[in-house]
């Protein structure tokens, strides 16, 4: 497999469930990436990790709980979510996490989540 | 806080017509601006990245231009193609936002054979 894949690729959950996406990639990248795309709203970032290290955690709800174990696996672990959270969420990768945003990201295929 | 919008919401031209996709945005003191492409139900494929002192960059048939002061951008695409059918997203990364990209709602492209 090449550049950033994601599992699943659908998932539909209860409000009470508890479930993982998880994120791979294969670019050799240190910076990985969580945004969250909703119906009729702008892509809007969630979590950022560079060297294995949280770096930005843009105002997201604790029931979003992250990990990154090492630098090519990223996971989103989902608790106690809401209806307003069915949206699809992206991954994405870039080389550094440079401070100076010089870099280009690059997007997985995203999980489509719908939560009932 | 920095906005960016994108103008129109959808477009739809017959293929082979040269077309202008849109992005303004609030705060002049940006990075870059990028421009991508996401087909649907997939993720997003940067298309064109812009530096802040730079005018414009080009790729096959895209052209970007960039006016930060004014804050504008333009995404020009050339004798367009079915295949050229996806939403394209524009998004900029501010001074003071580090890794934070700033999207747009994009704008959905339909080219008719």
């Known amino acids: 497999e090449t550049g950033v894949t994601q599992t699943p690729r659908h998932l539909v959950m209860g409000m009470t469930n508890k479930k993982s996406l998880k994120c791979e990639q294969h670019l050799g990248h240190n910076a990985m990436y969580w945004y969250k795309q909703s119906a009729k709203k702008p892509l809007e970032l969630m979590f950022v990790y560079s060297l294995e290290e949280r770096v930005e955690n843009n105002s997201v709800p604790s029931r979003f709980s992250p990990e990154c174990p090492n630098s090519s696996h990223l996971f989103l672990h989902l608790h106690t979510l809401q209806p307003e959270d069915s949206a699809l969420y992206l991954c994405?990768?870039?080389?550094?996490?440079?401070?100076?945003?010089?870099?280009?990201?690059?997007f997985g295929p995203g999980t489509r989540l719908l939560v009932l | 806080k920095q906005e960016v919008t994108q103008i129109p919401a959808a477009l739809s031209v017959p293929e082979g017509e040269n077309l202008v996709l849109n992005c303004s945005f609030t705060?002049?003191?940006?990075?870059?601006l990028q421009w991508f492409r996401q087909d649907p139900g997939k993720g997003l494929t940067s298309l064109l990245l812009i530096q802040s002192s730079q005018r414009e960059q080009t790729s096959g048939r895209l052209n970007a231009s960039l006016d930060k002061s004014s804050g504008r951008s333009t995404l020009y695409i050339a004798a367009s193609q079915p295949g050229d059918s996806a939403t394209y997203l524009c998004a900029v990364n501010s001074r003071g936002s580090n890794y934070k990209l700033t999207f747009g709602k994009g704008t959905l492209l339909t080219v008719n054979p």
């Open positions: 994405a990768s870039s080389q550094e996490g440079g401070r100076w945003g010089q870099e280009t990201q690059y």
């Open positions: 705060d002049s003191a940006i990075y870059n």
